[in-house]
């Protein structure tokens, strides 16, 4: 199974699912793609939404790759003591520690009405390209395939980033979270 970054869908995971001969299932997270939003802005929430559609699947065990927000994601679905066989393959963000850049757009004047823009600017090749490299890779462009993906559907995609950021924050501030948790 995998789950894909932020402003990205399902779709991300085309060519890995296409590569590779075991069965593979991709999700929207909550708020991304054709999925529903999230019911709570917490990992665990989105957690347990992957866990209802793997139920709907019939999935009894699966395998685990995430990447960024997927990688958060993923963790959270390990967390649960849930049907993952092995070790997950993750590259995650934002829940084994505070981010300040989802901190400042979500506690700060000017970041709310950054999150406010921020539709309008991924439907903009330039914005999003530049949003992106800020926000998700570190100063690396995006492939021109998540671009084109990110600025198609820029107005619906605005409400799941910001839940996203929401969870994130939540997360890397939590006491009991995977930043705090003594390592065994």
Partial sequence: MTLHRLFDCSLGWKHVAAATVRPCVAFDLPGFGA?????????????????????????????????????????SLVGTGSRTRGEPHVARAGCFGRVWLPELLERSGPGRLARRCMPPALANPLSAAGIYMAVVAHGHPPERQLLTRVMRRAFSAGPGAAAANEAIVAAGSDPAGFAYRAVS
């Fill in 35 to 75: 999925s529903a939003m999230p019911v709570e802005n917490r990992f665990r929430s989105y957690a347990q939404d992957i866990l209802s559609g793997l139920d709907l699947l019939g999935v009894e065990s699966f395998s685990l790759v995430g990447h960024s927000l997927g990688g958060a994601v993923a963790a």
